[in-house]
């Protein structure tokens, strides 16, 4: 009898503990992207083979991987559905949507400058989508229910690569504006002032997350290889990603410290992404240095066909699914790495 209801107690915490979080509402660029590209007149897409191929029903949803994304993992983790939908695909509704919707958008970034180069969604316009999806979650739910909702989500927010490697090293606007230096304090100032903006329209739990080794992206180690280089990764870039990732964190420390009732975590993928490219091996990885997809040496998007022949077979040995995007299974080791050291904080 004793032991029951000590089980019974138990087993009600642990319930609790997972029913804690009802939603999970991501925003950001393709590493989160669930297919909003797919509604936009970019040439930024994935929403065809052989993306998608290791994906539910082998679906190529507009993810850029051959199966899912971190927030998939990460909404999974906390106990909802196994993948985020996409706010712009019809396939879904707010009903779909009050446990989890992304707004992220393949090649934007913090900086409106980044979102312009592709045309896709600038992060100020996820917020009013954001905005918009508040408004038919209150209808559809009432306030009360909505703001339950609203208040205890997770809040996961991925971006800041493309500003660096599609932006401030490509284009010379940014640069004859900014040192790399400012350039990263500018797009810090955007990321804190994005995080008051969620705190303000409820938000209270928020992950950051951060850069991975951009230097060490197929796509970089390719061109260091044309520059001379012996194709490694370009050192330079991974800096710039610490540094960047470092400024980031001491700025997630001052809101904690500034706002009341907001709990923010910084979700560093670095570290761990570092192992794997590193050590692939000891993950069970066979290549790191260039992607499954195509010869994978430069290859995304559209150039990444299925027609094409270099295209590896099992993915699963592969860290990188083209020369921008991590695989399934690298997607799968960091999401569940950083769940467990720093995103179950927000339980
Ligand atoms: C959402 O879609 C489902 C199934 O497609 C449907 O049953 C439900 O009524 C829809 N909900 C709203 C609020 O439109
Ligand atoms: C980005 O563009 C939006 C919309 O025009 C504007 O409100 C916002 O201030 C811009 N952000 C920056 C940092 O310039
Ligand atoms: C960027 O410019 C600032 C202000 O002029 C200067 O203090 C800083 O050292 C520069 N940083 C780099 C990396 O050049």
Redesign the pocket.
């Known amino acids: 009898m004793e032991i029951f209801i000590v089980l019974s107690i138990l087993y009600m915490q642990i319930y609790t503990i997972g029913a804690k979080i009802p939603a999970v509402i991501v925003f950001g660029d393709s590493s989160v992207d669930a297919g909003n590209n797919n509604h936009l007149q970019t040439v930024l897409k994935s929403n065809f083979r052989p993306y998608g191929r290791d994906f539910y029903g082998g679906k190529p949803t507009g993810r850029f991987s051959n199966g899912r994304v971190p927030s998939d993992f990460i909404s999974e983790s906390f106990g909802l559905r196994p993948y985020v939908p996409a706010y712009l695909d019809p396939a879904y509704n707010i009903s779909d949507f009050a446990t989890g919707v992304c707004f992220a958008s393949a090649g934007t970034g913090y900086d409106n400058a980044t979102s312009d180069v592709l045309s896709v969604i600038p992060l100020w316009k996820e917020l009013e989508y954001y905005k918009e999806y508040q408004k038919k979650l209150r209808q559809h739910l009432g306030n009360k229910k909505a703001n339950i909702i609203i208040s205890q989500a997770v809040y996961l927010t991925s971006m800041g690569t493309n500003d660096f490697l599609e932006n401030y090293y490509t284009l010379a606007t940014r640069r004859s504006q900014y040192?790399?230096?400012?350039y990263q304090d500018f797009l810090v100032t955007i990321a804190e002032s994005f995080i008051k903006e969620l705190y303000r329209l409820g938000a209270r739990k928020v992950s950051l997350g951060g850069l991975p080794p951009m230097g060490c992206l197929p796509l970089e180690r390719t061109t260091s290889f044309m520059r001379g280089n012996g194709g490694t990764c370009n050192g330079d870039y991974n800096k710039v990603a610490r540094l960047f990732n470092w400024k980031l964190s001491r700025m997630v420390k001052r809101l904690n410290a500034k706002y009341s009732g907001i709990k923010i975590v910084f979700s560093d993928p670095y570290p761990i992404f570092q192992q794997i490219v590193q050590k692939p091996s000891s993950f069970g990885f066979e290549a790191a240095a260039v992607a499954c997809c195509s010869t994978g040496l430069f290859e995304m998007g559209y150039m990444c066909d299925q027609y094409n022949p270099f295209t590896c077979s099992d993915a699963s040995k592969y860290v990188f699914w083209d020369s921008f995007h991590p695989t399934d299974k690298t997607n799968r080791i960091i999401s569940q790495y950083l769940f467990k050291t720093v995103l179950s904080k927000l339980l």
């Not at 040192?179 to 400012?182: E, G, M, R």
């Open positions: 040192n790399i230096t400012q």
